[in-house]
């Protein structure tokens, strides 16, 4: 069986209280056996969830803008390399079953826009996405929480669905 993948959303910079918050994000997606998927950069909630996830013993892919390697996080089992900028947004939702979007600015909004559009649910854990996606929520498809704990709880339950 398919481990689930859980796209873990976010900026290359974040508050401090965003990025301990997608540490243990990180941590418990690995401690239920789902594999990580992330930008991979060495920087905010990519750095910070990937190192959660491998301190926890997961598995962690970080699907990167570049072609060479010089920003990689060292906490990546498996980096993309993919020379292809902020396009690599697409890859990244897709290949995630659900995404969690955390702290971010307009790369995490383009991601959570390109999830909804293609049917991905989307939990966004202390990441406003603004009015303009209040029909996924009506619709249940995009989901408000206030910590990790619950993000990972909505995610349970969308995977057992």
Known sequence: MRKPVVGVMGGGQASKEAMESAELLGRLIAQRGWILLNGGRNAGI???????AK??????????????DCSVSPDLDLAIMTNMGDARNVINVLSSDVVIACEGREGTLSEVAIAL???????????????SLLASKKEGRLVEVHSAEQAIEQVKAWLAA
């Open 46 to 52: 990519m750095a910070a969830s990937s190192r959660g």
């Open 55 to 68: 301190e926890a013993g997961g598995f962690v892919v970080g699907v990167l803008p570049d072609a060479d």
């Open 117 to 131: 559009k293609n049917g991905k649910r989307v939990v966004a854990m202390g990441f406003d996405a603004g009015g």
